[in-house]
Each structure stands twice: as structure tokens, then as C-alpha cells.
């Protein structure tokens, strides 16, 4: 039989192949058999060490991993998605691992790498995480989140992406992390050559500008 060895208590491994009606046996105490592609099986459930260190990812996006034993190919590989990682990434969704009020409270720059991520790789907000930004919205009205955001900014304008979508979607913290914004958002140019409000015509300009670069 191939033998492969995983960091994932058997408990999570049962309760996901429940889950997908996956066939198997319980082989002994921290051990499950399975048929893989014709193949005999084993899984030996060690420890926590990969669900501890998958929990403590932000998104789910993020907390996926991959088990290569050495003895086996890359085909047999195993992959650890405990928390729908992938199909938030086929859904193009970003979403927090934890509760998104706790995983905000306990580091606010969360709500910065979201609003990043979703410009420059063009993935939807998941709404439970929007509420919970809105929510905790006052968290970034600090120097040292207004510094953080200054360094993504760079990356964000120079990404080639639009920043329109999502920076209308969260101007209640563009406008707290940009200050000079802030006194733009809703207000109107009052003229007819003009379609959009003064927030919304800067964020056009930078979409609309030809140069990804800071010059």
C-alpha cells in the first residue's frame, strides 16, 4: 500500500471526506484507508501542526497547502483544504478563515491586504468581511495604518488594474487612510461636461491613465 503521512487530525480528515462522500476505512487509532486511482492507501493523521498553522491564516484564500512526502509523485499528492480555500479561489472571493470581526480586531492591516488583493487580482469582496470592515471601519484612523497603506498604494497604482470598483465600494477607509480624499467623497463638480463626483473622477483618472508608473 502507499503509505503518506499528514499533519491533519484524523477527526478533520473524516469530517471532509464525509463531506464529499468519500469511501474509506478506519485503519487503526491515527490511520485511514482509502482507494486512490486503484491504489491502496494508508493516511496517517499525525498532528495539528498544518490545520494550527492554516487556521492562522487571514483568507481563505491562503490556507491551502499541499503534502509531498518524498517517497511518492507530485500526482499522488495530497491537498489540505480545510476552510473552501479553493473554491473561494475558482468563486475569485476573498474571505476570512476566522470570524471577520475577530480577525480584524486582532490586526487591523487585514482590511488594507483585502482591498489590495481585490484590486490587483480582481476578486470580489465576501460580504460577511465587508460588514465586519464597515463594522470596524474606525481601526485604520491611526498614522501607522495610514503609513502601511501608503507602502500597498504604490503596488495597487502600479498594478495596471482599476481601482474604481473597489475603491468606491470601501470609501468610508480610502477616505480615512487618504485624508485628502475624504473631503472629496459625494461632492458634486455641479457641471454638465462632468458625469461623475470629485472622489469618483480622481479614481477614474487613475484608471484611465496610461502609465503604471509613479512619475
Not at 493523521?45 to 511518492?72: E, M, N, R
Not at 480586531?105 to 476578486?123: F, G, H, N, T, W
Not at 474604481?164 to 480610502?174: A, E, G, N
Request: some cysteine; hydrophobic content about 40%; glycine content about 4%.
Amino acid at each position: 500500500p502507499l503509505d503518506i503521512h499528514i499533519d491533519v487530525p484524523m477527526a478533520t480528515v473524516m469530517n471532509l471526506m464525509n463531506k464529499y462522500a468519500v469511501s474509506y476505512e478506519v485503519v487503526d487509532s491515527d490511520t485511514i484507508g482509502m482507494t486512490l486511482r486503484n491504489k491502496w492507501m494508508r493516511l496517517h493523521c499525525t498532528d495539528q501542526d498544518i490545520y494550527d498553522y492554516l487556521l492562522g491564516q487571514d483568507f481563505t484564500i491562503d490556507a491551502v497547502a499541499i503534502k509531498l512526502p518524498l517517497s511518492i509523485c507530485n500526482d499522488h499528492s495530497f491537498i489540505c483544504d480545510l476552510f473552501e480555500g479553493i473554491k473561494d479561489h475558482s468563486m475569485r472571493v476573498i474571505a476570512t478563515v476566522k470570524d471577520p470581526d475577530e480577525t480584524i480586531q486582532k490586526d487591523p492591516s487585514v482590511m488594507l491586504r483585502a482591498i489590495k488583493l481585490a484590486v490587483e487580482k480582481e476578486y470580489s469582496i465576501d460580504h460577511k468581511l465587508y460588514k465586519a470592515m464597515k463594522r470596524n471601519a474606525a481601526l485604520v484612523d491611526t498614522d501607522e495604518m495610514r503609513m502601511k497603506f501608503a507602502g500597498m498604494l504604490q503596488s495597487i497604482l502600479t498594478s495596471g488594474k482599476p481601482i474604481t470598483r473597489v475603491f468606491s465600494d470601501f470609501d468610508f477607509l480610502v477616505g480615512t487612510l487618504i485624508p485628502p480624499l475624504k473631503a472629496c467623497i459625494g461632492v458634486s463638480q455641479n457641471s454638465k461636461y462632468h458625469k461623475h463626483n470629485i472622489y469618483e473622477h480622481c479614481l477614474a483618472v487613475c484608471d484611465y491613465c496610461e502609465s503604471n508608473k509613479l512619475e
